[in-house]
C-alpha cells in the first residue's frame, strides 16, 4: 500500500476508535463519507474522504493531495492474540526470509499482551511535509492517550 502510516497497537474496541476518530475529525471536516474496505483477509478498515471529487482522485491515484492540501486517507486495523513486533517488523521490511525468532536480549524485541489491536492511519503524505496529515495523526493519536489516562 502505499501512503505514509502511523501505527497505535491498544486493547481499544475498533467501534470504540472509529467512533471517536469520526467525533474528532468533525473539527477538519463538517461533512465527509466513509466506506468500510477490507485489504486482505485479516486487515478491515475505513477510507475517509470529504466529497465524490476527493473520492474519484482517490480512485484515480490514491494517495495524492488535491489543490486545497487535502486527501482521502484510511484507517485500517488487524485484531491479534498477541503481537510480536520484532518479527513483524522483520516481516515488513525483508518479506520471506528466515530470521532469528525468541530473541529475548534485543531490546527491541516485544511480544504485547494478547487480545489486542493494531490499528494503522495511512496518511497521504509524510506528517513532516503535509500539515493535513499532521492534524490527522494528532487526532488519531489523541484516542490512544486517553487510554493512557485510563489506566493510571
Not at 30 to 42: D, E, G, I, S
Not at 89 to 108: C, M, T
Not at 125 to 131: D, G, K, N, T, V
Request: proline letters at 4%.
Amino acid at each position: 500500500m502505499i501512503g505514509y502510516s502511523v501505527f497505535a497497537v491498544s486493547k481499544l474496541k475498533p467501534e470504540f476508535v472509529f467512533e471517536q476518530f469520526e467525533f474528532l475529525l468533525k473539527e477538519l471536516w463538517k461533512v465527509f463519507t466513509v466506506q468500510n474496505t477490507n485489504f486482505n483477509p485479516t486487515a478491515i478498515g475505513k477510507l475517509y474522504f470529504k466529497d465524490q471529487e476527493m473520492y474519484e482522485l482517490w480512485s484515480d491515484h490514491v494517495f495524492t493531495l488535491n489543490k486545497d492540501g487535502e486527501a482521502a486517507f484510511l484507517i485500517t486495523y488487524q485484531f491479534f492474540e498477541r503481537i510480536n513486533m520484532q518479527t513483524r517488523l522483520l516481516e515488513s521490511l525483508y518479506p520471506g526470509i528466515d530470521y532469528p525468532s525468541g530473541n529475548y536480549a534485543n531490546p527491541h524485541y516485544y511480544i504485547f499482551q494478547k487480545n489486542i489491536y493494531e490499528y494503522a492511519l495511512v496518511l497521504p503524505e509524510a506528517i513532516a511535509y503535509c500539515e493535513f496529515s499532521e492534524k490527522l495523526s494528532n487526532l488519531f493519536l489523541s484516542i490512544f492517550k486517553c487510554e493512557t489516562r485510563l489506566k493510571r
